[in-house]
C-alpha cells in the first residue's frame, strides 16, 4: 500500500524478488480452511498463490464442496501418514493378515514410499518399490547378502495386495483418484502345480544326496543342501504307506494320519478339540471350527481361515479306529500326569495335556521323514497329497473341495491335485481301448 493505504497493485515494487523473478508469495490470495484427516484427525488447510480473491474462493469453494460429500479433503496427507491410519483403523481383518499387511508396510511402503503424498502416488513409484527388490534378490542370488531370503514373485503379489487394498479403501474415501497398485504389472504369483515324487526323481534326488555325502557331507547335511525339483511336492502312494507304517507307533499317529488322509490344515488339526467330534454318529465326523496361528512370534487361536474353511469332515471307519485309539492313549497319559495335567481339550496335544505349537507340527515331521529316509516334502504338502489321493481314489471334485475348506473348485482343481503316473497310465489305456481299430495284419 501507498501512503494513503492505498493498493498498489503492479506497481507493487515487492512483486520481484532481488533477482528480478516473480515473487509468488506476495500480491497473491490465501484461504485457511479446517479439515479432518484419517482417523478423524483435525488440522488447517492453507493455500494460496491466487491471483484474485474470487480464484481464492472459488478453489476454497470446489473442497467445501468435497467436503460436504464425506470426501477426506488432505492433499498433503504422506502415503506413510495415511498408512499409518489405515492400519490402525482396519478392525475387519483377523490378526494374522494385520501382521501380514503391517510387516509389508514397515519393511517395503513407508521406508520407500512414506515420504511422497498420496495424491502425488504415480504406477512408476510402486513399480520403483518391486524393482528394489528384484535387485536385492539379484544380490542375494550371488551370494553377497547372508540372511536375506528371496522375495519370490508369490510374496510380491502379496505385498502389492496390501497397497491395493490400502489405496482402495484410499479411493472410496476420495483420497486418490486411481488406485496405482492394480496398475503394476508384476510376474504370475501362482503356486506351482504339485509334482510328484516319481520313482525317476526320487532317483536323481537320492543321487545328488549321495554326492555330497562323498564329498564328506553328512547324510543329514546333504539331504538340506540337495532341493526338491520344485516348492510343491507330492509323495507317492506307496511313500505315505512308508511314512505311516513308520510313525505306527508315534503318539500323535492320529494326527499324521488326519493331516495325509483328510488334508487339514496344520492350525486347524492343532486347533480341534474332541467336542468337535462326533464319532458315534450315524456319519462320523469332525467339525472345522477354529485354527491355532502363529502371529508375530505368539500362538492365538481363531476362526477358520475363511468361510469355506468352517466345515465338517468325514472321519471314515479308519479314522474313527485311529481316533479312538488316540484317545484312549491320552487318557493314560492324563492319568499319569494327575493334577498337573492341563485340560485343553484339545485332540492333539503334548503329553500334559497342553495344546500343540503348530511349528513343533512342522519340526517334528521334518525329523520324523528324516527318520524314515523319505524324498522331503513340506507338511502342508500332505494337503495337496490328501487332494490327489482322494481324486486318485475317484472321490468327486466338488467332495474334495467340501473337505478341503476351499471357497472356489478352480482352486481345489488347479492349485491342490496332481496326477500319478499310474492314475494316468491308467487312463491313456482306457482311451486306446475305447477307439475302434482295424486289426493289424503281418
Given at each position: ?5 492505498r493498493?498498489?497493485g ?6 520481484k ?5 516473480w515473487?509468488?508469495r ?6 485457511v ?5 484419517v482417523?478423524?484427525k483435525?488440522?488447517?488447510?492453507l493455500?494460496g ?10 478453489a476454497m ?6 467436503a ?17 491410519g489405515?492400519i ?8 494374522k493378515t494385520?501382521?501380514l ?5 514397515d519393511r517395503?511402503w513407508?521406508?520407500h514410499?512414506?515420504?511422497?503424498r ?8 510402486v ?5 528394489a ?16 531370503k ?5 510374496t ?10 490400502a489405496?482402495s ?5 476420495g ?6 497398485a ?6 504370475s ?5 504339485p509334482?510328484?515324487?516319481?520313482i525317476e ?7 545328488e ?7 564328506g557331507k553328512?547324510?543329514?547335511?546333504a539331504?538340506d ?6 516348492s510343491v511336492?507330492v ?6 504307506g ?9 503318539r ?6 488326519l493331516?495325509?488322509?483328510?488334508g487339514l ?7 480341534l ?22 502371529v ?5 487361536e481363531d476362526?477358520p ?7 465338517v ?20 497319559e492324563?492319568?499319569a ?9 484339545k ?5 500334559d ?8 507340527v512342522?519340526?517334528e ?8 529316509d523319505?524324498?522331503p ?13 482322494m481324486?486318485?481314489a475317484?472321490v468327486?471334485?466338488?467332495?474334495v473341495?467340501?473337505?478341503?475348506g476351499?471357497?472356489?473348485l478352480s482352486t481345489?482343481a488347479n ?8 492314475v ?14 482295424r486289426?493289424?495284419t503281418?
Amino acid at each position: 500500500m501507498d501512503g494513503k493505504r492505498r493498493q498498489l497493485g503492479r506497481s507493487c515494487p515487492k512483486l520481484k524478488r532481488p533477482d528480478g523473478a516473480w515473487n509468488p508469495r506476495h500480491g497473491t490470495w490465501y484461504f485457511v480452511l479446517p479439515v479432518v484427516g484419517v482417523g478423524g484427525k483435525r488440522s488447517q488447510m492453507l493455500r494460496g498463490g491466487f491471483e484474485s480473491k474470487d480464484a481464492a474462493q472459488d478453489a476454497m469453494d470446489e473442497i467445501k464442496a468435497k467436503a460436504s460429500k464425506g470426501i477426506i479433503v488432505n492433499d498433503r496427507l504422506t502415503v506413510g501418514e495415511y498408512l499409518d491410519g489405515w492400519i490402525k483403523g482396519k478392525t475387519d481383518i483377523k490378526r494374522k493378515t494385520r501382521a501380514l499387511y503391517q510387516g509389508h508396510i514397515d519393511r517395503y511402503w513407508t521406508p520407500h514410499l512414506g515420504h511422497l503424498r498420496l495424491g502425488d502416488l504415480r504406477v512408476a513409484h510402486v513399480s520403483a518399490v518391486f524393482d528394489a527388490i528384484n535387485e536385492r534378490n539379484e544380490q542375494v542370488r550371488k551370494g553377497r547378502l547372508r540372511n536375506v531370503k528371496h522375495v519370490g514373485a508369490a510374496t510380491m503379489q502379496r505385498i502389492r495386495a496390501t497397497l491395493r487394498v490400502a489405496l482402495s479403501d484410499a479411493l472410496r474415501e476420495g483420497l486418490v483418484s486411481v488406485n496405482v497398485a492394480s496398475l503394476v504389472k508384476l510376474p504370475s504369483g501362482k503356486s506351482p502345480k504339485p509334482m510328484v515324487w516319481t520313482i525317476e526323481r526320487e532317483k536323481r534326488w537320492r543321487a545328488e544326496v549321495a554326492k555330497l555325502v562323498e564329498q564328506g557331507k553328512s547324510y543329514s547335511r546333504a539331504r538340506d543342501l540337495v532341493p526338491p525339483p520344485q516348492s510343491v511336492m507330492v509323495w507317492r502312494p506307496d511313500q505315505l504307506g512308508v511314512f505311516l507304517d513308520h510313525v505306527q507307533d508315534h503318539r500323535l499317529y492320529a494326527l499324521w494320519f488326519l493331516l495325509s488322509h483328510r488334508g487339514l490344515r496344520r492350525g486347524e488339526a492343532c486347533g480341534l478339540e474332541w467336542l468337535d467330534c462326533a464319532m458315534d454318529a450315524d456319519v462320523p465326523s469332525a467339525t472345522i471350527e477354529r485354527q491355532r496361528v502363529v502371529v508375530e512370534g505368539q500362538v492365538i487361536e481363531d476362526t477358520p481361515k475363511s468361510e469355506a474353511g468352517g466345515r465338517v469332515i468325514p472321519l471314515g471307519a479308519d479314522g474313527v479306529e485311529v481316533f479312538r485309539a488316540h484317545r484312549v492313549a491320552q487318557k493314560k497319559e492324563r492319568l499319569a500326569w494327575g493334577e498337573a495335567w492341563v485340560d485343553s481339550g484339545k485332540v492333539f496335544t503334548q503329553e500334559d495335556g497342553s495344546p500343540l505349537h503348530p511349528d513343533w507340527v512342522s519340526d517334528e515331521f521334518e525329523r520324523l521323514i528324516e527318520e524314515c529316509d523319505l524324498p522331503p516334502v513340506r507338511l502342508h504338502d500332505l494337503r495337496h497329497g490328501a487332494a490327489s489321493i482322494m481324486l486318485a481314489a475317484k472321490v468327486d471334485m466338488k467332495v474334495v473341495q467340501e473337505i478341503l475348506g476351499h471357497a472356489n473348485l478352480s482352486t481345489t482343481a488347479n492349485t491342490y491335485t496332481s496326477v500319478y503316473p499310474e492314475v494316468a497310465a491308467a487312463a491313456a489305456e482306457a482311451v486306446a481301448g475305447f477307439i475302434p481299430r482295424r486289426a493289424k495284419t503281418s
